[in-house]
């Protein structure tokens, strides 16, 4: 499946009329990721009619103001267009103490769950539907998380033709073989999914 990719902001320090602070949005099969929340994210998601509401997980690389200054306005429209799902949000270290005391100073209403992760080892820290994300760490002048978007190995084509020739007759062992498991067939011999999948 395809994996589309919105820059919505690529400024730093101070947003500009015609460039918003960093942020950047995934989107794959309808579910939505976003990489940092800079100031002005909302104005790009507007433009691009992309729903906050459909966002399942945001990323932060590192706490500095023009990576993290459009949380609180997200976290707030959120609750008004009637967010259901939980959201997730992964980050180094203080970002829990940022979106506590956003919370806390803005006394905003949240009418939805919001589960903050702060990141402490590297690897994969998000498993969405055939793929996740993983976490690595950065260098900066603050602690930074760089991520990296996989997508799972689907299986491939299945040759009937080819396990039959193997000596593997139709039914449950095709199944298995499909996904993605060896099988033994009643001759003995020990077929792989790469010998029948192309």
């Given amino acids: 499946m395809a ?8 400024g730093g320090m101070m947003p500009l009329p015609s460039r918003f602070l960093t942020s950047m949005l995934l989107r794959r099969e309808g579910e939505l990721l976003l990489f940092d929340c800079g100031e002005g994210t909302q104005i790009s998601l507007k433009r691009l009619n992309l729903k906050w509401k459909k ?4 990323f932060v690389s590192h706490t500095h103001a023009d990576h993290v200054t459009g949380i609180p306005g997200m976290l ?12 997730y949000i992964f980050g180094p270290p203080k970002i829990k103490e940022y979106i506590e005391a956003s919370r806390s100073i803005l006394d905003m209403y949240i009418n ?3 589960v903050v992760k702060e990141i402490q080892a590297e690897g994969t820290v998000y498993q969405g539907d055939g793929f996740h994300v993983n976490a690595f760490f950065l260098r900066h002048s603050k602690p930074c998380i760089g991520y990296s978007v996989e997508e799972e190995l689907r299986p491939g084509v299945f040759f009937p033709e080819k396990a039959e020739a193997l000596g593997v007759p139709r039914g449950p062992l095709w199944s298995r073989l499909q996904t993605g498991e060896s099988v033994v067939a009643p001759n003995g011999a020990t077929v792989t999914p790469e010998q029948v999948l192309g």
């Fill in 112 to 114: 939805y769950e919001i």
């Fill in 76 to 87: 707030m429209l959120s609750s008004q267009v009637e967010r259901s799902e939980p959201l």
């Fill in 55 to 58: 966002i399942s997980a945001l």
């Fill in 3 to 10: 994996f589309e990719v919105f820059i919505l902001g690529t």
